[in-house]
């Protein structure tokens, strides 16, 4: 059974910066792409960011050059570094990665509260 984990969270004034950390655990044969997705009350999830197992990395247009994807593979981990954080950021922020056989995985969620 494979599992994403994220931690990190929290409540942060306008401007502040936050990391969100997800590690995978279990047993599999590999992982594909990792990346983080968002949604605030009342709306669809959206992608924020994704990367490649080579390395590549997606972002949507709302966070580019304020947010930072990166991966140690060799820690299963992903991370999101979070800069200039806005209200608007505010949501429950999920992990996911796609897995080698085990197909798309989610993690728990972690809440992102910026107060104005």
């Known amino acids: 059974q494979v599992q994403l984990v994220e931690s990190g969270g929290g409540l942060v004034q306008t401007g502040g910066s936050l990391r969100l950390s997800c590690v995978a655990s279990?047993?599999?044969?590999?992982?594909?792409?990792m990346g983080w997705y968002r949604q605030a009350p009342g709306k669809q999830r959206e992608l924020v960011a994704q990367i490649t197992s080579g390395g590549s990395t997606n972002y949507a247009n709302s966070v580019k050059d304020r947010f930072t994807i990166s991966r140690n593979s060799a820690k299963n981990t992903v991370y999101l570094q979070m800069n200039s954080l806005k209200p608007e950021d505010t949501a429950v922020y999920y992990c996911?990665?796609?897995?080698?056989?085990?197909?798309?995985?989610w993690g728990q969620g972690t809440q992102v509260s910026v107060s104005s």
């Open positions: 279990g047993s599999y044969f590999g992982i594909n792409a």
């Open positions: 996911n990665a796609n897995f080698n056989v085990f197909g798309d995985r």
